[in-house]
């Protein structure tokens, strides 16, 4: 299984990077793990974020599938705790779905991407920075894998 990330980023900080990196080659190779960054729109003073937030918008759009199933990492998603998220893992592999987990900048997702999306899940209800979104991602996936496979790693 192909497991897509589309971040919306300023820019990259090298230590988060490593951190994606770490739990990426954690996985086996039947799991594969891809972080594209898309750079931020720029904000100007007198143009309203609607602007930004949809030019962010169509450029993760574009880079979507018919195919792919797309979820939002969103403050206002759907919490679930790392047991359910490994079944919902479980269920991806089972029905051969191919996800696409999409990383907002720090205005979110024009409405137009909230439309196109087939779930919205949310980490945390703290506001996290979004550069540390697809390291923390990166090592729950990788925390369901070993759940899945019975492995020690989650210990409850």
């Known amino acids: 299984m192909k497991i897509k990330m589309h971040a919306i980023a300023s820019k990259s900080i090298a230590w988060l990077d490593d951190g994606f990196s770490v739990y990426q080659k954690r996985l ?6 891809h972080l594209n960054k898309i750079p931020l729109a720029q904000r100007k003073k007198n143009q309203p974020i609607d602007h930004a937030l949809n030019q962010e918008g169509k450029a993760l ?13 969103d403050e206002d998603g759907e919490m679930l705790s790392t047991k359910e998220f490994s079944l919902l893992i ?28 087939d779930r919205c899940l949310s980490l945390s209800r703290l506001t996290l920075p979004h550069a540390f979104v697809p390291a923390i991602l ?19």
């Open 61 to 73: 759009l574009s880079l979507i599938k018919k195919d792919e199933t797309l979820i939002l990492l």
């Open 28 to 33: 086996p190779p039947h799991i594969q793990l």
């Open 90 to 117: 479980e269920k991806w592999m089972l029905q051969s779905t191919k996800p696409v987990m999409a990383i907002g900048g720090p205005d979110g997702f024009s409405d137009l991407v909230h439309q196109r999306a």
């Open 138 to 156: 990166a090592e729950q996936i990788y925390r369901a894998w070993t759940i899945l496979e019975g492995q020690p790693y989650h210990r409850n």
